[in-house]
């Protein structure tokens, strides 16, 4: 009988506050019990050093997200103070029977240039902030009841990246305590050569490390399905493992009649491998296994087995809105599922490695992914004086080589980026670190392709930089499409970046083409509004339509995020920041959903061009008393053949989807009142309404029958708020989330679209508040606070459940004037 050595350790390691269990034998959380402090500290990494009047923090943790909001911090990094330097410590005990193992913890991230000490002991440090690290722990550490003291420094630039970027240890960590013989970090590797519908050849590599002296070993793998049944296994035996080695084994499967992984059917299988010594299980370490057929056509764009897949994708930063960076699984899980509503199927994780926790969820939730690395490479961008060219030749290659190390066992990922809109791109000698990367890249994983994002890419053209990546991507160019194809058509495309449009949830300008920008700092939701590189949606639905070579589009961005607030800013202020004259704008209004998740407008454009379900949505809101009698413009978005428009029961005739296409301008360098003087398209329904108030429904049609509508009211005088949460129960794990929506009612039930009501919010019981928002992007008021005002009607508290606290969350919340029912959610 085989037995499991490790599991009584790790529940012994429990006592000594090491949180949850992971999948693998000997990995446990490292969260819990860590400290905080701001400032440059003299002698911290000591274990003499004082600490008790230090913050407690429970990993993740971004310092910068607390505030306060100041101009002084530069809008770019949305205002909030991401630079300065800061310490985290943490003192834990080991059992005496720990000592002969060998521990190691692992950084999923921490944002940045970090330094690492143990009991004192510098183990070393970390630039790029966006990248997992490991340090082995074993000859610094002691046992027994004397305690250990982790130190970590982190040191983060201001004009380091040009988005909000956080502050901290903001990704999780762990704890490994390993035999001498077991599977290395990031230590397999598995591919499927070979993929039909009948069957799968399945190839793993194994990295095996013995840190003890020469011996042999029994390494088993199992490949196990969802229910975690054994569908095959292999077992092999090491006679020699030669003293401190490591030794890497290959082993092949034959899988009959493999379920397929795909974006409908996410379907995924385990290997299970198994360190065997003298009958004892010593490691176990799970690697996960999508069996999926992928192939690129230089003429037809991306097959996932064997049918065209249209990338319907998104361009995604890595902060999480009120939460800041924090990698937190509920909330990447929450954007992921807002995404796959509108009708994405992919994500760009722009532009840097994403975390583990979204790639784990794209691989179940069935979601493509370009994994990106950098944003910048050798040469400096615009005003990023301390990006990552700085530490480009020291680190480039150890942090593409882990980022893929990291990732490329995941099914979800179908290609690596190595750049976005990199400056040597007008290089003459660009090309050749676009094909150090490439090499890099390939090295590590022959089974997928390399892109790069191209915003310049005549110059690419040119210096023969597009000549050194698989996937040429193109960054706003839509009319450049046929000419690239016809000049190169051996290549493969894909539009990278697109769109651009700006707009702000729930605001509307009038006239709608007088403002790129307005003195509240909002940008009008009528999605016609962007900067100079940027052109709305429609555009590139017709082109990419015209240009089936081209795979599919990633729009910026599917989310709004904090920092780079454009249209807003643009004079440098070089004592105080970069675009602050246009304060308080802070946050981007890229996205097709806000800084919370609430849907803008565009949401819904995505969605009529990107799902089949039907569907009709309609804009602006309808409550505009000082505009009785003036004409409004009257939007349907709908994925229906037609969409018929009633004001007040009346009609105001029926639109055809589609009749608007000789329209579409060629040349939409400025998409402004000059070139497009009545907004029409294909894929946008316009009617001209005197604004009378009462109600607008909008009536989609397919073949003559209904299939869906939608009503919007004018609303009366705010009287009430609802609370409704997305999730009623959650778990009682001091981490999981209910992100609760606040909407101001009239009477009647309306929601009010201009509220601004102040709420103020109590929580009790077995949860608290984690944070609150509104989508506002040009307001300072806190992220972590017990109040909110709402902005368009709505409000978002996110609450957080209390560790190992089961029971009931009552939530309460005041606003003057407003009639609130409380709500109760429950922590399991």
Not at 692 to 710: D, F, I, M, R, T
Request: aromatic share 12%; charged share 25%.
């Amino acid at each position: 009988m085989i037995k499991f050595k490790g599991l009584t350790l790790l529940f012994a390691l429990t006592t000594f506050a090491f949180s949850a269990l992971s999948a693998d034998l000997n990995k446990v959380s490292f969260n819990d019990g860590w400290k905080f402090s701001k400032g440059k500290l003299v002698n911290a990494q000591k274990n003499s050093y004082d600490d008790r009047q230090w913050q407690s923090v429970t990993l993740p943790h971004d310092w910068s997200i607390e505030g306060p909001f100041d101009d002084k911090y530069n809008a770019r990094n949305g205002g909030l103070p991401v630079f300065g330097n800061g310490w985290y410590r943490k003192s834990f005990t080991l059992p005496k029977s720990v000592k002969g193992k060998h521990v190691s913890v692992t950084f999923d991230a921490a944002m940045n240039n970090s330094k690492v000490y143990i009991n004192g002991h510098l183990l070393g440090e970390r630039p790029f902030g966006y990248i997992a690290f490991e340090y082995d722990l074993t000859p610094y550490l002691t046992y027994g009841d004397k305690p250990n003291v982790i130190a970590v420094s982190l040191a983060p630039e201001n004009f380091s990246a040009r988005w909000y970027a956080g502050a901290g240890i903001y990704r999780n960590t762990w704890l490994d305590i390993n035999d001498d013989v077991h599977v290395a970090k990031w230590g397999t590797f598995v591919s499927t050569p070979k993929v039909t519908r009948q069957y799968a050849q399945v190839k793993l590599e194994t990295k095996i490390n013995n840190k003890g002296k020469a011996t042999s070993a029994q390494i088993r793998h199992i490949i196990r399905n969802s229910d975690g049944d054994i569908v095959t296994e292999s077992s092999s035996v090491v006679d020699k493992l030669k003293a401190n080695s490591q030794q890497t084994l290959t082993h092949h499967f034959n899988m009959k009649n493999p379920i397929l992984w795909d974006t409908e059917n996410p379907y995924l299988y385990q290997i299970e491998t198994l360190v065997i010594k003298n009958d004892t299980v010593v490691d176990r370490y799970t690697t996960p296994l999508g069996v999926r057929h992928i192939e690129y056509k230089a003429d037809d764009g991306f097959w996932l087995n064997w049918r065209r897949v249209q990338i319907q994708g998104v361009c995604l930063h890595h902060d999480n809105g009120p939460l800041g960076a924090v990698a937190n699984h509920r909330a990447i899980e929450r954007k992921l599922q807002i995404m796959k509503d509108m009708g994405a199927n992919s994500i760009r994780t722009s532009h840097n490695p994403p975390s583990p926790e979204l790639v784990q969820l794209a691989d179940e939730m069935g979601i493509l992914l370009q994994v990106e690395s950098f944003d910048v490479w050798k040469i400096e961008k615009n005003t990023v004086v301390n990006g990552y060219h700085k530490d480009f030749d020291q680190w480039h290659e150890r942090d593409l080589r882990d980022m893929i190390r990291q990732n490329r066992n995941s099914p979800s990922v179908i290609m690596w980026s190595t750049g976005n809109e990199i400056m040597e791109q007008g290089d003459k000698d660009g090309w050749k670190v676009a094909k150090t990367l490439s090499d890099i890249a390939r090295d590590e994983d022959p089974t997928r392709l390399v892109a790069a994002g191209f915003n310049n890419p005549n110059g690419a053209i040119k210096n023969k930089l597009a000549d050194e990546v698989d996937i040429v991507g193109l960054n706003y160019k839509p009319t450049l499409y046929d000419d690239i194809h016809k000049e190169h058509p051996s290549w493969i495309k894909l539009a990278s970046e697109t769109s651009s449009v700006t707009s702000t949830r729930g605001k509307y300008h009038f006239p709608m083409d007088k403002y790129s920008t307005h003195d509240s700092r909002y940008v009008t939701s009528y999605d016609i509004v962007g900067p100079v590189w940027a052109y709305p949606p429609d555009i590139e639905f017709e082109y990419l339509a015209r240009n089936p070579s081209v795979m599919g589009e990633y729009i910026w961005t599917g989310f709004d995020y904090l920092g780079e607030p454009t249209p807003y800013g643009g004079k440098d202020h070089s004592d105080i920041g970069y675009w602050n004259h246009d304060w308080p704008a802070r946050s981007s209004s890229f996205g097709a959903v806000d800084l919370v998740g609430f849907p803008k407008d565009r949401f819904y454009l995505y969605q009529s061009q990107w799902t089949d379900t039907p569907m009709v949505h309609v804009l602006p809101h309808w409550n505009w008393p000082t505009m009785k009698g003036q004409s409004i413009p009257v939007y349907a978005y709908t994925n229906a053949e037609e969409v018929e428009l009633f004001v007040n029961g009346k009609s105001f005739g029926k639109k055809v989807k589609g009749v608007d296409k000789a329209e579409l301008p060629i040349d939409f360098k400025r998409w402004d009142k000059e070139d497009r003087p009545d907004y029409k398209t294909p894929y946008r329904l316009r009617w001209d309404v005197k604004y009378q108030p009462g109600e607008l429904k909008v009536v989609a049609y397919n073949k003559g029958k209904v299939v869906a509508e939608k009503v919007i009211k004018t609303a009366g005088e705010a009287v009430q708020a609802t609370l409704t949460p997305d999730r009623a129960e959650i778990s009682a794990d001091g981490y999981d989330l209910s992100y609760v929506t606040v909407e101001v009612q009239d009477e009647h039930g309306n929601m009010v679209p201009t509220a601004e009501n102040k709420i103020r919010f109590f929580v009790e019981g077995a949860g608290e508040i984690a944070a609150v928002g509104n989508g506002d992007s040009a307001t300072v008021e806190p992220f972590k606070a017990d109040y909110r005002r709402a902005f368009s009607g709505k409000a978002m508290l996110i609450v957080k459940s209390i560790k190992g606290q089961k029971g009931k969350i009552n939530i309460r919340a005041y606003a003057d004037g407003l009639n609130i029912k409380p709500i109760t959610l429950q922590a399991k």
